[in-house]
C-alpha cells in the first residue's frame, strides 16, 4: 500500500489542524493505520492507532484528549484532527499502515509509510 500525507501548515499555539493519509489500493480496510511524529534532533515517536474498522483508537499521553484519529475506509483515508496545538507539537508528521495488530506503538511495527507532512506550531 502507498501513503500519501498532508494537511501540515503553520499554526499559531492553541489553534487546530487536521492531517490526512490517502492509501493507494483496494486493501487499505484490512491495515491498522498510525500516526507518527518526529522533532528535529529527536527520534520517530507513536502518536495514535486505529484498528482496521475505526471502532477502536489508541493515543500516546502527551496528545490524549487533544488529538483524535479516525479512518474512513470508503476514501482509503485515515485522518487525525489535532486541537489545543503546542509548540513542543512541532514536527514533521508521518501515517504508517501495520500487517500486525491495531495497538502498534512501535514504529519498527509498521510496514508501509507515507513521506510525512509539516507541522509547525508557532507560541
Known amino acids: 500500500v502507498q501513503l500519501q500525507a498532508s494537511g501540515g501548515g503553520l499554526v499559531q499555539a492553541g489553534g487546530s489542524l487536521r492531517l490526512s493519509c490517502a492509501a493507494s489500493g483496494r486493501t487499505f480496510s484490512s491495515y491498522p493505520m498510525g500516526w507518527f511524529r518526529q522533532a528535529p534532533g529527536k527520534e520517530r515517536e507513536f502518536v495514535a492507532a486505529?484498528?482496521?474498522?475505526?471502532?477502536?483508537?489508541y493515543y500516546a499521553d502527551s496528545v490524549k484528549g487533544r488529538f483524535t484519529i479516525s479512518r474512513d475506509n470508503a476514501k482509503n483515508t485515515v485522518y487525525v484532527q489535532m486541537n489545543s496545538l503546542k509548540p513542543e507539537d512541532t514536527a514533521v508528521y508521518y501515517c504508517a499502515a501495520t500487517k500486525l495488530y491495531s495497538r502498534a506503538t512501535d514504529s519498527g511495527e509498521y510496514d508501509y509509510w507515507g513521506q510525512g507532512t509539516l507541522v509547525t506550531v508557532s507560541s
Open positions: 486505529i484498528n482496521r474498522s475505526g471502532g477502536s483508537t
